[in-house]
């Protein structure tokens, strides 16, 4: 009887054994071939185990097929899973130990549709309809030990035809748990294939949803993220390193309201075209976050330092590289106004205004910065490089009253800029401007020089004070400009032709310095108001009165009147010079002699006819005082009266009648002789009183339009002695 027992008992055991022991075979094969309706993708599994005393299930060869059932979506070598399954009496899910190896993941997205979608669709169905019978259940679970060896990711974004590949990727988390009673936490770390990590740590409370996370991210290269930036950038290379400590706070609930803070730097930063030129880079970019408050719109920051960086900016005459390289030059995008919060000097405690964007930079920096700009507007590259680039600015807030931001950097390795640049946030129409140059070497512009004005600076030094205010868009500048040692050359090839030699020449004080105040007015709402323009203008206008009426410039040098050293007028029966003419010629010889290079001439002008007329006057005179003892300078009426009854002709005027009584032939000598008399005895004074002058007197062709209804007058030009001919070309505008 016994013996039956026993039997029996053994042939129950064996039974139970060999149901243990087919149990993962069945359920292998049940997974298997009913995985769509369980998973809703087809999967294979090569191998499964469960091992009953240690409670360790192992699974070997896993795929889960595309919706195609050809191509592997998920798939890994080989998983170990150890279970507690007494926890499950507590609704507790346990697992000391998560071994995953070989691990392999193809997520493929195509016109922002993922090839997981189906299985999201497909879990989410069930999911609702269980979760109205659960919605008071609590549900814990607690894995330990996770390991994950030697795992692949790749990312197929069709839209832009480039995959990001994660290989080999292996790391250790060492808990993660859930407990709806109590605070939870998941901390994740592993390493980058190309050294640094990820690390992150999660707390979150799932009574109340409160949760925060500590993310650090150390030495992420960016070359990986290459294709993505290019959808947006024409460029050859995307490159650096990323290290980060972000703090992420919130509650689960209300996820869009979670608080972001920490610090990010980038390290080596560096964009190039696609002519492989570096046009955008760094050694170091740094920010340190303080709150960015994505709900609130308001975003604050600590600081942002960018150390060394470099600039390549390249101008055509209707576009620049980074409009051509970030594809902007060809869109119009509209600006929409934003509405700025109430102003709040302190940005402690904050709270934006809901309306608008709030943002502030406590402080600003950017070190050892260098830009290189070049152009061809001229029809010839123009290159200028700017080095030791320094920007510092503190209390950058968007609801601040006014914003100041200081600049200083050096100029083609010479010259020094200082800049201020004042504005208001809430109204940027509102600015100031305060730019000083010095050292500016001048030869540095000879490209713009040669084409607008057509000179060459030899050399010489600039040094420019600029003060500009902006008030609701109407500007007002004052610039000083201050040019040392210049020297030019005349190539007469310029656009505009100017005469800048001669006005340089003319502008230089007794010291060879040319100081000159360019004041700039216009509105800059005015979409046709250029300030560009305005500036080129004005300095265009200024050279060319400078060149054109020189007699301005020069009368501060001898403290004389301008209108004096332009002409000097005399009667037509003059054949000396008065003493206001004798004056005058004094200040043209102490002119020459305090303006070293100075050429001087002096041009007579006359109208025959109306100086023939004048000596016909003087002659009839003659006769008038012969025949009454009287001067007819003192008797006009008289004396035309005596003329018309002389000549007996009714028909004649009383000019007519001068002429009538004169012998033609005496009056046509007496005007030549009068007019080399004045001329001669100028010659003599100007030899006398200055016994080297070089001042020329030239008597005008008879034919020339200047003698039309002139006086006789001595018109006086300035130009340079080294230049046969004056360049007092006038430009047209």
């Known amino acids: 009887m016994k013996n039956k027992v026993l039997k029996i008992v053994l042939g129950v055991i064996g039974i139970i054994i060999i149901i243990l022991l087919l149990i993962p075979g069945f359920v292998k094969r049940y997974a298997v071939n009913n995985s769509k309706e369980l998973l809703g993708r087809q999967i294979q599994i090569e191998k499964l185990k469960y091992n009953?005393?240690?409670?360790?299930?192992?699974?070997?060869?896993?795929?889960?097929?595309?919706?195609?059932?050809?191509?592997?979506?998920?798939?890994?070598?080989?998983?170990?899973?150890?279970?507690?399954?007494?926890?499950?009496?507590?609704?507790?899910?346990?697992?000391?130990?998560?071994?995953?190896?070989?691990?392999?993941?193809?997520?493929?997205?195509?016109?922002?549709?993922?090839?997981?979608?189906?299985?999201?669709?497909?879990?989410?169905?069930?999911?609702?309809?269980?979760?109205?019978?659960?919605?008071?259940?609590?549900?814990?679970?607690?894995?330990?030990?996770?390991?994950?060896?030697?795992?692949?990711?790749?990312?197929?974004?069709?839209?832009?035809?480039?995959?990001?590949?994660?290989?080999?990727?292996?790391?250790?988390?060492?808990?993660?748990?859930?407990?709806?009673?109590?605070?939870?936490?998941?901390?994740?770390?592993?390493?980058?294939?190309?050294?640094?990590?990820?690390?992150?740590?999660?707390?979150?409370?799932?009574?109340?949803?409160?949760?925060?996370?500590?993310?650090?991210?150390?030495?992420?290269?960016?070359?990986?993220?290459?294709?993505?930036?290019?959808?947006?950038?024409?460029?050859?290379?995307?490159?650096?390193?990323v290290d980060s400590k972000i703090q992420i706070v919130g509650n689960?609930?209300?996820?869009?309201?979670?608080?972001?803070?920490?610090?990010?730097?980038?390290?080596?930063?560096?964009?190039?075209?696609?002519?492989?030129?570096?046009?955008?880079?760094?050694?170091?970019i740094g920010a340190t976050i303080k709150k960015i408050d994505y709900f609130n719109s308001s975003y604050i920051f600590d600081s942002f330092i960018v150390n060394d960086s470099y600039t390549f900016f390249q101008l055509d005459s209707i576009t620049n590289n980074f409009l051509q390289i970030f594809k902007l030059d060809s869109s119009s995008e509209s600006t929409e106004k934003v509405n700025q919060p109430v102003a709040n000097d302190s940005i402690k405690d904050n709270t934006p205004n809901d309306s608008g964007l709030y943002y502030a930079v406590n402080h600003l920096e950017v070190n050892r910065g260098t830009l290189d700009y070049t152009d061809n507007l001229t029809g010839k590259p123009f290159n200028y490089h700017l080095s030791d680039i320094e920007i510092d600015s503190d209390s950058i807030f968007s609801d601040s009253k006014w914003v100041d931001i200081y600049s200083d950097m050096l100029l083609n390795n010479r010259g020094t800029l200082h800049a201020k640049?004042?504005?208001?946030?809430?109204?940027?129409?509102?600015?100031?401007?305060?730019?000083?140059?010095?050292?500016?070497?001048?030869?540095?512009?000879n490209i713009y020089a040669n084409h607008y004005t057509g000179h060459t600076i030899l050399e010489g030094d600039m040094f420019y004070y600029s003060n500009s205010v902006i008030t609701n868009g109407d500007i007002v500048s004052e610039n000083q400009l201050l040019v040392k040692n210049a020297s030019l050359n005349s190539s007469k090839s310029g656009l505009y032709n100017l005469p800048l030699k001669f006005a340089l020449f003319l502008l230089k004080d007794k010291n060879g310095d040319v100081n000159l105040n360019i004041p700039v007015r216009g509105d800059m709402n005015d979409p046709t108001v250029n300030v560009g323009k305005i500036v080129w203008n004005t300095f265009k206008n200024l050279i060319v009165k400078a060149a054109t009426s020189p007699g301005k410039l020069l009368a501060g040098l001898v403290d004389g009147d301008p209108k004096d050293l332009e002409q000097i007028q005399f009667k037509y029966l003059d054949t000396i010079p008065?003493?206001?003419?004798?004056?005058?010629?004094?200040?043209?010889?102490?002119?020459?002699?305090?303006?070293?290079?100075?050429?001087?001439?002096?041009?007579?002008?006359?109208?025959?006819?109306?100086?023939?007329?004048a000596i016909a006057k003087d002659e009839a005179g003659k006769l008038y005082y012969q025949e009454t003892q009287k001067y007819y300078l003192k008797d006009e009426k008289d004396f035309e009266t005596f003329i018309l009854s002389k000549t007996a002709a009714d028909s004649l005027n009383i000019k007519q009648s001068y002429m009538f009584l004169s012998n033609p032939i005496l009056l046509d000598s007496v005007s030549k002789n009068n007019t080399k008399l004045i001329i001669s005895n100028i010659e003599k004074y100007l030899e006398i009183e200055g016994s080297d002058t070089q001042i020329k007197v030239i008597v005008s062709d008879p034919k020339a339009p200047e003698n039309t209804g002139a006086a006789p007058t001595l018109k006086v030009n300035f130009s340079m002695k080294e230049d046969e001919s004056l360049e007092t070309k006038k430009v047209e505008e």
């Open 252 to 284: 689960t609930n209300e996820a869009v309201k979670s608080i972001v803070s920490g610090t990010i730097k980038i390290n080596d930063f560096k964009m190039t075209d696609n002519n492989d030129k570096a046009f955008l880079s760094a050694k170091e």
């Open 421 to 445: 640049v004042g504005f208001d946030p809430k109204n940027t129409t509102n600015s100031k401007l305060d730019i000083t140059i010095e050292k500016f070497v001048l030869s540095d512009i």
């Open 52 to 241: 009953y005393f240690t409670s360790t299930v192992k699974a070997y060869g896993f795929k889960m097929l595309e919706q195609d059932e050809q191509d592997n979506f998920i798939s890994f070598d080989t998983l170990l899973v150890n279970l507690e399954p007494l926890q499950l009496i507590k609704d507790k899910v346990v697992i000391e130990e998560f071994y995953l190896k070989g691990f392999d993941v193809n997520v493929i997205m195509t016109d922002s549709v993922f090839n997981f979608d189906d299985l999201i669709a497909f879990h989410a169905t069930e999911e609702d309809s269980v979760a109205k019978n659960t919605d008071k259940e609590t549900f814990k679970f607690s894995i330990s030990n996770i390991n994950i060896k030697k795992s692949d990711f790749h990312f197929n974004n069709q839209d832009i035809e480039h995959t990001t590949n994660i290989e080999n990727l292996s790391f250790i988390i060492p808990f993660i748990g859930w407990d709806q009673e109590e605070k939870s936490n998941v901390d994740v770390k592993f390493n980058f294939p190309r050294g640094g990590y990820f690390e992150s740590k999660l707390n979150i409370n799932p009574i109340d949803g409160e949760y925060d996370v500590d993310i650090t991210i150390s030495d992420l290269y960016l070359d990986p993220f290459y294709k993505y930036v290019e959808e947006y950038a024409e460029i050859n290379s995307f490159s650096g390193t």
């Open 578 to 613: 008065s003493e206001k003419n004798i004056s005058q010629l004094d200040k043209l010889l102490e002119l020459e002699q305090k303006k070293e290079g100075l050429k001087i001439e002096m041009v007579y002008y006359v109208d025959q006819q109306l100086q023939k007329e």
